[in-house]
């Protein structure tokens, strides 16, 4: 596609379950970021790719969450028994190759953990 | 720690008028440094980027900023606005180096007056 498609764009989970947020990138991209977007902050990393390997997931919480991009292409982002302060907004970008090269944004999957 | 500050969440100005978004960065060394439009429903666009040289940069929508390195600054400017400016802006950095994830400051929103 032309940009980094995300989905679903809306997701409303009951707290304790399990979800799966999808990211696209731009074909040809091999970097891959994941970012969260709390209410009124700006986003904050949580893991970075480049190809199919996770080169930083400092930014990631604890460990229910989990992310994977095991053809180097889609990367999904997993979160386990969810909690309400997981709302947010996730957003995901993608870049040629992570080096000097502009980052793309998706609109991102808005998640509401009730 | 690395942090980016924009100090004012909310600015009103004119249509018409000039503007000045300011951005102040704490890190061990220069960064490479952004600024990133977010519009309502539309996800992350970047606006510009500074990574060396020249300090003034100039990107799309008529936008400028200048990288003053004495002040830790990177203030982003436009002569005179229009509505359709009307957005979130965020200033971001990056280490130049490993993954060039990037650290976001909180934001400041823009309000344009008829």
């Known amino acids: 596609g032309a940009g980094v498609s995300q989905t679903p764009s809306n997701k409303v989970t009951e707290k304790g379950k399990y979800v799966e947020l999808r990211c696209d990138p731009i074909s040809g991209h091999t970097a891959l970021y994941w970012y969260r977007q709390s209410l009124g902050q700006g986003p904050e990393f949580l893991i970075y790719f480049q190809g199919t390997g996770a080169a930083d997931d400092s930014g990631l919480p604890n460990d229910r969450f989990f992310a994977v991009r095991p053809e180097g292409s889609v990367s999904t982002l997993k979160i386990q028994r969810t909690e309400r302060g997981d709302s947010a907004v996730y957003l995901c970008?993608?870049?040629?190759?992570?080096?000097?090269?502009?980052?793309?944004f998706g609109q991102g999957t808005r998640l509401t953990v009730v | 720690a690395q942090s980016v500050t924009q100090p004012d969440i909310h600015i009103t100005v004119s249509e018409g008028a000039s503007l000045e978004l300011r951005c102040n960065y704490s890190?061990?060394?220069?960064?490479?440094l952004f600024w990133y439009v977010q519009s309502p429903g539309q996800g992350l666009q970047l606006l510009l980027k500074?990574?060396?040289?020249?300090?003034l940069v100039q990107g799309i929508k008529g936008f400028e900023a200048e990288f003053k390195r004495s002040q830790s600054s990177f203030n982003l400017r436009k002569p005179s606005v229009h509505w359709s400016d009307a957005a979130e802006y965020f200033c971001a950095v990056a280490l130049p180096q490993g993954a060039q994830k990037l650290v976001f400051g909180q934001g400041t929103r823009l309000t344009i007056n008829p």
């Open positions: 890190y061990g060394a220069t960064p490479y």
């Open positions: 500074y990574f060396s040289g020249d300090t």
């Open positions: 970008a993608s870049s040629l190759s992570g080096t000097r090269t502009e980052a793309f």
